[in-house]
């Protein structure tokens, strides 16, 4: 019996120059490491048929659901400010679409699944790890709040692929608002194939942005509605220390979701200018970078839609040109926001940007750990007022003195009691993240065939804001021989 997954599929039903039909490789043992239960029948799926030896067939590519179409999507794109004209999927296939039980329409697609005419001379296949560190950090983003593709399910293959050595193969299955890219445009674009952008454009306004259908100028409508989410995406991202690694237009969602976890880290020790890809020689997708980066490539997703926008070009570049510019604005404002919630405040004044970059100011002076720095100033802020676990963060405290000075005074302004405010900071502010020692642990053991660190990760993650006694551990910053300083992409 083959299992039924109720897809309506909307993208193959575009033009052939779309996408190329393939077929996943087969493999030669699957075993399904996870399922993620939750989301399965978040999709209309039934997790006990998928946990037996049908759904290991399924996520690995060896049997295809009932009317599935699997295809590999074509896209471009700038990678560390190159264009590259033609990528696309060169691991991954798109089984098909679902509409989710919210009325959601999310793709399902295989990452790791055998070759396909965009490979580019690659395997097509995935090493376990990469696999194992989506799922992870993928989860984790989804707990936390952010918008996020998500993980349905990870196989070992039975089979090794080479990369630094000979390595465990694996297939992810992740779940998206859509897999539309920036360089998804920058494709057609490039071949100046107006009509192909013009059915794009309506096929992502119909999918992410339906309130823009019959819009004077849905064109602009539409890159005004993506650098917002964008904009709200990356200050959310600032929030939790995270650091894509590879923003790449081609790694940048026109529906908001973060996407594409390759070398992606979460910070420990507070500096702006972290960087942990191994690929990003120069810096260029560091911390404080990601806005500057994210603004780049929506001007980029603007240069594409120029031609949709009407006839008068100049007039075209000027809104485009206005809008892009305004993508600052609008971080900082969702930036603002967070970092308000973060530090406990209710209410707004002039003087709480400062007062925030000051907090992060005295963090990166200290190397104090981003993420208990801020879960610890919820302790201060509450009842007892207990600056203890905060003040252990500081070997010369002063300067974080001067700055609770100034952080007690404006919390006078907001009418708030202690716990209440207490409580609030908790959650906005995790006490665990997927520290990057704890993922390579796991990686470790699952590469060696043993997945239970990987499973207590997973588990612990999924409540990033609660107090967790016994998991302590996973709230701790590495010791010094267990930090990692280089994180990988995969490919």
């Known amino acids: 019996m083959t299992l039924h997954f109720p897809f309506d599929n909307s993208y193959v039903r575009l033009p052939e120059r779309f996408f190329a039909a393939v077929l996943p490789t087969r493999v030669a043992a699957p075993k399904l490491i996870k399922l993620n239960g939750k989301l399965a029948e978040e999709l209309g799926l039934n997790p006990g048929e998928l946990e037996g030896p049908e759904g290991a067939e399924i996520f690995s590519g060896n049997r295809l659901p009932e009317e599935a179409q699997p295809i590999a999507l074509a896209y471009a794109g700038h990678q560390f400010g190159q264009f590259v004209p033609q990528l696309g999927d060169g691991r991954a296939i798109l089984l098909g679409e679902v509409v989710d039980r919210q009325g959601v329409r999310r793709d399902i697609q295989l990452k790791g699944s055998g070759p396909t005419p965009f490979s580019r001379r690659g395997d097509g296949r995935a090493a376990l790890g990469p696999v194992l560190r989506e799922y992870v950090v993928s989860e984790a983003m989804a707990a936390l709040g952010i918008p996020t593709t998500r993980a349905l399910a990870a196989v070992t293959t039975g089979e090794t692929v080479l990369r630094e050595g000979f390595l465990p193969g694996a297939v992810l299955t992740r779940v998206a608002a859509s897999h539309i890219r920036v360089g998804t445009f920058q494709f057609f674009a490039a071949r100046q194939d107006a009509e192909a952008l013009s059915l794009l454009a309506d096929h992502a306004i119909e999918r992410h942005y339906p309130e823009l259908k019959g819009a004077e100028n849905p064109a602009l409508g539409l890159l005004d509605a993506v650098i917002s989410r964008q904009a709200s995406l990356v200050a ?64 980029r997703l603007a240069e594409t839609l120029l031609p949709l926008m009407g006839g008068d070009v100049e007039a075209a570049v000027r809104q485009a040109e206005a809008l892009i510019t305004e993508f600052r604005s609008r971080f ?6 967070v970092f308000r919630r973060k530090i406990g405040l209710f209410s707004a004044r002039e003087e709480d940007a400062p007062l925030a970059a000051g907090f992060l100011e005295v963090m990166a002076e200290a190397s104090a750990d981003f993420t208990l720095a801020f879960r610890h100033l919820a302790e201060a802020a509450g009842p007892n007022a207990n600056e203890a676990p905060l003040r252990a963060l500081f070997p010369e405290p002063q300067k974080l003195d001067d700055w609770l000075s100034r952080w007690r005074q404006r919390l006078e302004a907001d009418a708030a009691n202690p716990a209440s405010r207490r409580d609030a900071m908790r959650k906005a502010n995790p006490l665990f993240i997927p520290r990057n020692h704890r993922v390579e642990e796991a990686i470790r053991a699952g590469v060696d065939g043993d997945f239970e660190p990987f499973h207590r990760l997973v588990n612990v993650l999924e409540k990033p804001f609660e107090e967790q006694p016994e998991n302590q551990r996973y709230a701790e910053p590495p010791q010094a021989e267990e930090r990692v300083t280089r994180t990988f992409c995969g490919t």
């Open 236 to 299: 959310q991202w600032m929030g939790v220390g995270f650091i894509h690694g590879v923003m790449n237009t081609d790694n940048t969602s026109v529906s908001g979701e973060t996407i594409d976890y390759g070398p992606c880290a979460f910070m420990d020790a507070y500096d702006p200018m972290q960087v942990f890809s191994s690929i990003d020689s120069f810096g260029r997708y560091a911390y404080a970078n990601q806005p500057r980066i994210m603004q780049w490539n929506l001007a």
């Open 332 to 337: 900082e404002e969702a930036h603002l926001a």
